[in-house]
């Protein structure tokens, strides 16, 4: 029987990541024994974001209330991912970015069936490359490396399209409840925050049946 794995969630929150990479993990343990079927839902945790973002620096004092409380924060999620393969690179992000366009250039990537390369894309560039993934121009390229037309990606981009979905399944899930990312439904069984493993491996042999 086939599981669906409905995630929400924002490329520019840690835990998000880690919540990815161990979903990741748990479809891996299941090769065989489950088909899992993964659809990524948007989540912008800073909709009030400049079109071409802010200064990180700047942004992360005005969030927590300083730098150093921002960095505390950020060691806290290298210590909880050890283990999860992840190489935080903190240090290189320059920019916190508006991960609108990212979250729209994910809907074309489900249309063509590459959703899911393309979110763990995004994420590595973002935490791990230090990349702006709110940039027209380097979206378009991780979208070339990952199984789309960067010549499509780019036209894309330049427009407004896949903007109302974004904005319908954001207001579907605000409906729903859904206030916290990362969030799980797995076909119809709810888990939020970034699980261990084997909660994930549980959850998907329980929705299975």
């Known amino acids: 029987m086939g599981v669906t794995v409905k995630v929400t969630s924002d490329f520019v929150c840690p835990w998000c990541l880690i919540g990815e990479r161990r979903l990741v993990r748990a479809i891996g343990a299941l090769a065989g024994e489950i088909a ?84 763990g894309a995004l994420f590595a560039a973002y935490f791990e490359q ?15 490396e990952h199984g789309l037309d960067r010549a499509e990606a780019a036209a894309f981009l330049s427009g407004d399209d896949g903007a109302q979905e974004v904005r319908a399944i954001e207001r579907a899930q605000q409906a729903a409840g859904v206030d916290g990312v990362p969030f799980f439904d797995i076909s119809g069984l709810a888990l939020a925050g970034a699980q261990p493993v084997q909660v994930l491996v549980a959850a998907l042999r329980q929705a299975a049946g």
Do not use: C
């Open 36 to 119: 899992v079927t993964v659809e990524w839902l948007p989540f912008e945790l800073n909709p009030a974001m400049p079109a071409e973002g802010m200064d990180r620096p700047t942004y992360r004092a005005l969030k927590f209330g300083s730098v150093e409380r921002g960095r505390m924060l950020d060691a806290r999620t290298i210590e909880a991912a050890q283990g999860d393969g992840i190489a935080f690179a903190y240090d290189r992000i320059l920019r916190t970015p508006n991960t609108f366009r990212a979250h729209r250039l994910m809907r074309l990537a489900a249309r063509q069936g590459v959703a899911t390369p393309l979110a």
């Open 130 to 144: 230090g990349r702006d993934i709110g940039d027209a121009q380097v979206l378009a390229d991780i979208a070339a």
